[in-house]
């Protein structure tokens, strides 16, 4: 049996789509009838009420904004640790996440579009490996609303199945729901805001979650282990969610922790660099390396190789650094220009930074100057830099 | 006396030579490493034991964005809990220091040499050299501390190759290397010296291979303590704090070219620096500032700091 509990700020609301999105996407509608001026059919998502203050436009303009499918067209399944697997694509791709039991099996996120009838062919094959026949696919965690992370959830939505009360089967027989798609509230109300905007690259309804909560933790038994749910409060997104599976010993960052490079800090959904790095000491302090520094907790990042918290350490110091820089000159009155000039994170591009692309490192020092306070600290005694602690990021609460 | 004893003196030549017919060919060209290994210090004494000083890389192929890390580091960042137990890796484990025991694995139906394994006392460094095809990491595997080594015999030279190490560090002053960063080695043995060469490439912060010997002593009677390590909150400090320094003229940088009589252009490093006619280019660097001059900028960050 699933057991389930919420902790959160107020009260635990459960908005199903047929509810709230579709209130939401009336809503929408009745903004932007057909027929509106051709600004508001490209209105760049995110600049509703909650990314007030956020400026980035031409992002979302971008077609090439997603991760694209460039691969040859194969998922690599890696068992990371217990019972969960990373399913691995190809470069671009977005990480997957399984984990595999008696209860059935649970994704976290469903990559891109293309690959879904083969990730979910070869979550089919995992599970019939690992636990036996009739072990269906039961949930689906959104570590964010992108579309490179649920560019799959119809495919893998209608390839699981939730077990559902007798009512429920009485009343509607013959149809058996999917899996349950779980995510934060913010993720489906943009989703629905930029359906009901006219944005072009809209999500269609069917990527949409189907369970969103807002909460800072939520916590479910699922396949013999106790799987957390995290919700960082304004890191790459105002969406942001990350699964632990405490036996199996595996966290799932979604982008908060990205391998190929410095995180996707997407202003106009939310994004802060402060939130960013409160969300990484967050995983440092969850994880634990099992000797010298090395092992034990195995954390799967959104993109790119599996790491343990010595990775995510060095991650996080690469981006605290780049973040106290760009504040000092900040504080020194320097103008995006010139702060760009001054090529605040040269010194670590090679490896992490990008010139083309979804996300360049001009946009990712963008993303940080602009979300970052016209003044704040940057240093204190003997150069030890202060980065704002939880209670700093708007909304954020202790853990 | 001398005549009764010929015939046994040709049987004894007779087994010998029998049995080294019996030695496979191949073996007799390698070195046996196996065995218990004290490290030498007589190369980069200063370096290898009390610690390079900050600001110095000269003599190294380092690239400025190599140096940009190192001047942003400090060591203070070393007392963060989640640093103390890091192990060094395998691209300077063998500058370390602590006792080195090497063993090899072997095959125990064929004899084949498949594995070459070395442990450095100080953290625990343990490796594993392949030695028989052994399938390569995907991309997406997790790196490590000691990373991916294979290894081959050349005559009695091992040679070992070595990628998927964890982003670390060239010298204990803050130059880094990222995890794209390889290892090419090469270790002699001559009686009871052992000797390692590395060859370290790493496209972001070596401009060209950085190259480095290390020696070690064989000792008669080996031994290898455990070495347990625990984190601890050495320093009080808030959440997320990343020691470090800012960017712009640091007279902390220029603190050792000053005190040794150096050019603070020629401690920045680079490949020209490793050349003997650099001595010449020095001669028509501007003289350091004075040392008083460089104590007072120091102080006055510090004062400002502590503000």
Known sequence: MNTFSCERSGGCERAHRGGLALLLAAAGVLTWPAGAPAQAQTQTPGTGPQSAGSSSTDDWANPNFYATYQGDGQIHPWHAQGGVWLMAGEPGMSNVAVQIGNEGALVVDTGVKPMADKLLAQIQQLAQQQAGDQKAIRYVVDTDGLMDHIGGNAVIREGGSTIVAGNFQFDNPGLTPGASVIANQNVLMRLVQESSSGYANAAPQALWPTDTEDFDIYNVHFDGEAVQLFHPHMATTDGNLMVMFRRSDVIATGDIVDMTGYPLIDTARGGTIDGELVALNHIIEMAVPEDKQEGGTMIIPGHGRLCDQSDVVHYKNVITIIRNRIQYYKNQGKTLPQVLALKPSADYDDRWGHDSGPWTTRQFIEAVYKTLPARGPSFSMLNETVVPATAAVAGGRSY | ?307
Not at chain 2, 96 to 106: A, S
Not at chain 2, 234 to 240: F, K, Q
């Open chain 2, 1 to 307: 006396m001398h005549r009764s004893r010929q015939p046994a003196v040709w049987l004894a030549l007779l087994c010998s030579a029998a049995a080294t017919a019996l030695i496979p060919h191949a073996a007799a060209a390698q070195s046996l490493l196996d065995g218990y290994w004290n490290p030498l210090f007589d190369e980069d004494v200063n370096e290898r034991i009390p610690g390079p000083d900050q600001g110095d890389y000269a003599g190294l192929p380092v690239t400025l964005a190599a140096v940009s890390v190192a001047h942003t580091w400090d060591p203070e960042r070393l007392t963060l809990p989640e640093l103390q137990c890091r192990p060094h890796p395998s691209i300077y484990g063998f500058r370390g220091v602590g006792n080195l025991r090497i063993w090899e694995d072997r095959d125990p139906y064929t004899n084949i040499q498949t594995q070459i394994e070395t442990w450095i006392m100080w953290q625990s460094q343990h490796r594993h050299i392949w030695m028989v095809p052994h399938p390569h990491p995907p991309p997406w595997a997790p790196e490590s501390w000691q990373g991916f080594s294979t290894g081959r015999w050349v005559g009695n030279v091992l040679e070992v190759h070595t990628d998927m190490v964890k982003a670390a560090w060239t010298r204990r002053n803050g130059l880094p290397t990222d995890d794209k960063a390889t290892m090419d080695e090469r270790f002699f043995r001559y009686g009871d010296i052992l000797t390692d060469i590395m060859m370290i490439s790493d496209p972001q912060y070596l401009s060209e291979p950085l190259v480095k010997s290390n020696e070690f002593f064989r000792q008669a009677d080996g031994a290898m303590q455990p070495y347990p390590c625990n984190q601890v909150d050495e320093v009080p400090r808030a959440e997320g704090i990343v020691p470090m320094h800012l960017p712009g003229p640091d007279a902390m940088m220029d603190e050792y070219a000053v005190r040794n009589g150096v050019p603070i252009q020629a401690t920045v490093g680079g490949a020209q620096t490793q050349l003997p006619e650099y001595q010449d280019a020095m001669l028509k660097m501007p003289p350091n500032p004075p040392l008083s001059q460089i104590e007072k900028a120091e102080q006055k960050i510090i004062n400002n700091e502590e503000q």
